[in-house]
Nanobody, 112 residues
Framework: QAQLVESGGGLVQPGGSLRLSCAAS????????MAWYRQCPGKQRELLAR???????SYADSVRDRFTISRDNAKNMVYLQMTSLKPEDTAIYFC??????WGQGTQVTVST
């Protein structure tokens, strides 16, 4: 299974933007689906966005039109561009690759 390492989290003001990156230890070109999840304090892990090897994407209603998932198979990277961030987006964000690889997570805090 792929080893995944997220980066790019941090503190941002409401309305701001961040880009999260997920670096895979090996080739992702053969991985059918990669995704981003998040876990808010006291809540279950939530699927935010997924991207297939074909490039097709899907999003949770809570982030659609604000977040964009992309993948660069040549670099073995997956990205999550986040815009119009809200305080309720504060969470630990995780990268996922089927069938079951998780990164360690990166903290995103949206606050003044």
């Amino acid at each position: 299974q792929a080893q995944l390492v997220e980066s790019g989290g941090g503190l941002v003001q409401p309305g701001g933007s961040l880009r999260l990156s997920c670096a895979a230890s090996g080739s992702i070109s053969s991985i059918d689906v990669m995704a981003w999840y998040r876990q808010c304090p006291g809540k279950q892990r939530e699927l935010l966005a997924r991207i297939a090897s074909s490039g097709s994407t899907s999003y949770a209603d809570s982030v659609r039109d604000r977040f964009t998932i992309s993948r660069d198979n040549a670099k073995n990277m997956v990205y999550l561009q986040m815009t119009s961030l809200k305080p309720e987006d504060t969470a630990i964000y995780f990268c996922f690759a089927v069938p079951g690889s998780w990164g360690q997570g990166t903290q995103v805090t949206v606050s003044t």
